[in-house]
């Protein structure tokens, strides 16, 4: 299945009106979408417009030591280093 992945700072988020529109929009036109977050959400509301977005949202871990081993596995290249070997 294709799908478009929209990356943002933080999922969902009241200020983040504008690309919750453009998400919904384009699932209503049947693009289906994953939304990966930076961050977990910090606000306790959530806008009613969020409630209808089915996207699957996948938050990334906030920090590299957090999550070494899920983005190890993403790399999918099987090489097994810790994060101080890790160079640009």
Same mark, same amino acid.
């Given at each position: 299945?294709n799908?478009i992945?929209?990356i943002?700072k933080?999922y969902?988020r !009241?200020?983040?009106?504008?690309? &919750?529109q453009?998400?919904?929009?384009? =699932?209503?036109r049947?693009?289906?979408?994953?939304i $990966?977050?930076?961050?977990?959400?910090t606000e306790?509301k959530?806008q009613? !417009?969020n409630r209808?977005?089915? &996207?699957?949202v996948l938050?990334?871990? =906030?920090y590299l030591k957090?999550?070494?081993?899920? $983005?190890r596995?993403?790399r999918?290249d099987?090489?097994?280093?810790?994060?101080?070997t890790?160079?640009?």
């Open positions: 299945m799908r992945a929209t943002v933080g969902p !009241l200020s983040e009106t504008f690309i &919750a453009e998400i919904l929009g384009l =699932e209503k049947g693009i289906a979408q994953l $990966v977050s930076l961050r977990h959400p306790g959530v009613d !417009l209808e977005i089915r &996207a699957e938050y990334l871990p =906030e957090d999550g070494f081993a899920r $983005v596995e993403g999918g099987g090489r097994r280093r810790s994060p101080a890790l160079r640009h």
